[in-house]
DNA sequence: AATCGCTTCAACCGCTAAGTT
DNA sequence: CAACTTAGCGGTTGAAGCGAT
């Protein structure tokens, strides 16, 4: 497979948006809708790359994002989803309307890690430490970061956080999230189905629901072209399935968005 | 008030998957 | 069928903000 550069390097800004940027870029995008991100920055009048205008809207633009904090609900959904599908941040902001692949990707490395390491369960497999915790952590990050995740799993491992009510998979609101590690469910689990349903868009483009609606105009018919399916290498429809029984269970079944068969 | 260390998060980078030629 | 092209994903980085001293 070949590899294009990402864009012309020598002619491109890089670093933080500037405000005018960012009224061009939406300005371009109200008017003409998403897509083609490679020939959006020349026709918008941007010095960026179309990857960079992408990130820009996806992450921080887009109408339809729902700023501010995490509530405990979207916590717990994170923390159930990421031990049913891992490091799948797309999968996960799927299932968070109005959250973006990043935020929760940031969110959970700042935040959920740590409350997890709290409570006395791994982040990463979501199961109780067997180990003192920042051991554990230590041993399954590979964060360049470690040692302040150490520190703050130190810091934050207060006798009563680490005795034994620690390691139930417990919000702290009390909400009814199941519990993972012992619930039955399989934690080995690496695919999950495709987190909208599929739109006649171009290439990989998400549903237009995600993107509001006034925006997303007709993007869809500057390049006609066939459904991509989702990233999410080969899943098989068996193991969809098995997904989203899985989800059925959490409650998240994804309806509408979910290819299994069941709805 | 100044400095330092920690935390947060926007943005970048490298890579892969999948459509197109 | 292979090479090319493009969108999108996940990991990582670094500047800015903030609290502690």
Known sequence: MGRSPCCEKAHTNKGAWTKE???RLVAYINAHGEGCWRSLP??????????????????????DLKRGNFTGEEDELIINLHGLLGNKWS???????????????????THIKRKLLARGIDPKT???LSVFPATAAAAASSSHRQ????????????????????????????????????GGIDLNLSISPPRQPPSPS???????????????????SEKPSPNREQQSTGTSSSERKKIC???NLL???GGEGCTCGDG
Request: charged fraction near 25%; charge should be neutral.
């Open 126 to 128: 979501h199961r109780p």
């Open 21 to 23: 940027e960012d009224q």
């Open 202 to 220: 171009p290439m990989r483009q998400q549903a237009p629901d995600t993107t509001s609606g006034e925006v997303v105009a007709d993007a869809s």
């Open 251 to 253: 409650g998240l079944h």
């Open 147 to 182: 040692d302040q995740l150490m520190t703050a799993a130190r810091s934050s491992c207060s006798p009563e956080t680490s005795s034994g009510a620690a390691c139930c998979y417990r919000s702290d609101d009390e909400a009814s999230a199941p519990t993972l590690h012992d």
């Open 91 to 109: 999968m996960i902001a799927g299932r968070l309307p109005g959250r973006t692949d990043n935020e929760i990707k940031n969110y959970w490395n």
């Open 42 to 63: 020349k026709a918008a009048g941007l010095q960026r790359c179309g990857k960079s205008c992408r990130l820009r809207w996806i992450n921080y633009l887009r109408p």
């Open 245 to 247: 029984s899985c989800l």
